[in-house]
């Protein structure tokens, strides 16, 4: 007799459980690195795009980029002056708070600064990002901005509603029973609001790379030796973008080797039992993923 189908076990797990030897993997590789190259940036970035973090790193082909378990990567730079393993490396590896990331190369500070300065990618804002427009839809049909401008299909119309909009469903057209204003520029803009941008097709998020700060094994401008470290003034409107992308730019407190205690034991043991834990940025690309568009339509 045939085995009933709904005997069938179906694991759903998406990802192999990390071992300490992918830990320690991780420690060798940010160490062979940073061993190699002559100069150690720390980047934020803002509107986060797992696309176009892959696409930087295939542009920076021959360096190296580092996002992600920072706390393995300090341990592997060292925190204090006893465990770096370059000099100056530790006030880079105090630096690794938040959502930010490595950049590890040979090319000059000023090819870093102007090639991040140049470097951005138009995408969908996101809750808590900040209108670059105002943008008000007349009553009538709405139209989402392509070109031509194309009225929205008859199966969006429920979800506008449920968004807030005033629309109604006329001759098959969703439609605007009267004026509507989505967002005000300046504002920050609400899961909802950031929804509807992304219906009628409206980009106003930029991904880019936010250098912070670097190590020089030449030495920076003006000084010699190994072990300079140079912080990178902001901009009002980079240090808002820092700052709503959840990256702490003060560094950690450093503390001596010698006072090592159960403390450091803990913090093995949470690197170890958080591998596993889903990247925050798959999160929410998977939550956008899961927002519909137009019919038909391509992003």
């Given at each position: 007799?045939?085995?009933?189908?709904?005997?069938?076990?179906?694991?759903?797990?998406?990802?192999?459980?990390?071992?300490?030897?992918?830990?320690?993997?991780?420690?060798?590789?940010?160490?062979?690195a940073?061993?190699?190259y002559?100069?150690?940036?720390?980047f934020?970035?803002?509107?986060?795009?797992?696309?176009?973090?892959?696409?930087v790193?295939?542009?920076?082909?021959?360096?190296?980029?580092?996002?992600?378990?920072?706390?393995?990567?300090a341990k592997?730079?060292?925190?204090?002056?006893?465990?770096?393993?370059?000099?100056?490396?530790?006030?880079?590896?105090?630096?690794?708070?938040?959502?930010?990331?490595?950049?590890?190369t040979?090319s000059?500070?000023?090819e870093?600064?102007?090639?991040?300065?140049?470097?951005?990618?138009?995408?969908?804002?996101?809750?808590?990002?900040?209108?670059?427009?105002?943008?008000?839809?007349?009553?009538?049909?709405?139209?989402?901005?392509?070109?031509?401008?194309?009225?929205?299909?008859?199966?969006?119309?429920?979800q506008?509603?449920?968004?807030?909009?005033?629309?109604?469903?006329?001759?098959?057209?969703?439609?605007?029973?009267?004026?509507?204003?989505?967002?005000?520029?300046?504002?920050?803009?609400?899961?909802?609001?950031?929804?509807?941008l992304?219906?009628?097709?409206i980009?106003?998020?930029?991904?880019?790379?936010?250098?912070?700060?670097?190590?020089?094994?030449v030495?920076a401008?003006?000084?010699?030796?190994?072990g300079?470290v140079?912080?990178?003034?902001?901009?009002d409107?980079?240090?808002e973008?820092?700052?709503?992308?959840?990256?702490?730019?003060?560094?950690?407190?450093?503390?001596?080797?010698?006072?090592?205690?159960?403390?450091?034991e803990?913090?093995?043991?949470?690197?170890?039992?958080?591998?596993?834990?889903?990247?925050?940025?798959?999160?929410?690309?998977?939550?956008?993923?899961?927002?519909?568009?137009?019919?038909?339509?391509q992003?």
């Amino acid at each position: 007799m045939a085995r009933t189908k709904r005997a069938k076990v179906v694991s759903l797990t998406q990802t192999k459980a990390k071992t300490r030897e992918h830990k320690e993997n991780i420690i060798e590789s940010v160490r062979d690195a940073a061993n190699q190259y002559s100069y150690i940036w720390v980047f934020a970035v803002s509107n986060m795009r797992n696309a176009y973090l892959s696409e930087v790193r295939s542009l920076w082909n021959g360096s190296k980029i580092f996002f992600g378990k920072l706390r393995v990567i300090a341990k592997a730079l060292g925190e204090t002056p006893e465990e770096e393993i370059r000099p100056g490396v530790g006030k880079i590896a105090q630096r690794l708070r938040g959502n930010v990331g490595l950049l590890m190369t040979d090319s000059p500070p000023a090819e870093v600064l102007d090639w991040c300065s140049d470097y951005r990618r138009l995408d969908y804002a996101r809750m808590g990002n900040r209108a670059t427009e105002t943008v008000k839809l007349p009553a009538g049909p709405v139209h989402c901005r392509t070109d031509p401008p194309e009225t929205l299909p008859h199966s969006i119309e429920p979800q506008l509603r449920a968004l807030g909009m005033p629309t109604q469903l006329k001759m098959g057209v969703p439609t605007l029973l009267e004026d509507y204003t989505v967002c005000k520029k300046g504002e920050k803009l609400t899961a909802e609001k950031a929804q509807i941008l992304k219906h009628l097709i409206i980009q106003m998020a930029h991904f880019r790379l936010i250098p912070l700060v670097y190590w020089s094994a030449v030495g920076a401008p003006g000084e010699d030796g190994e072990g300079s470290v140079v912080e990178m003034p902001l901009s009002d409107e980079d240090r808002e973008l820092v700052e709503t992308s959840n990256v702490i730019l003060e560094p950690k407190a450093s503390r001596s080797a010698n006072s090592k205690s159960r403390m450091d034991e803990d913090e093995d043991e949470d690197d170890e039992d958080g591998m596993d834990e889903p990247n925050e940025f798959d999160a929410i690309e998977a939550r956008d993923k899961a927002m519909m568009l137009p019919e038909g339509m391509q992003l």
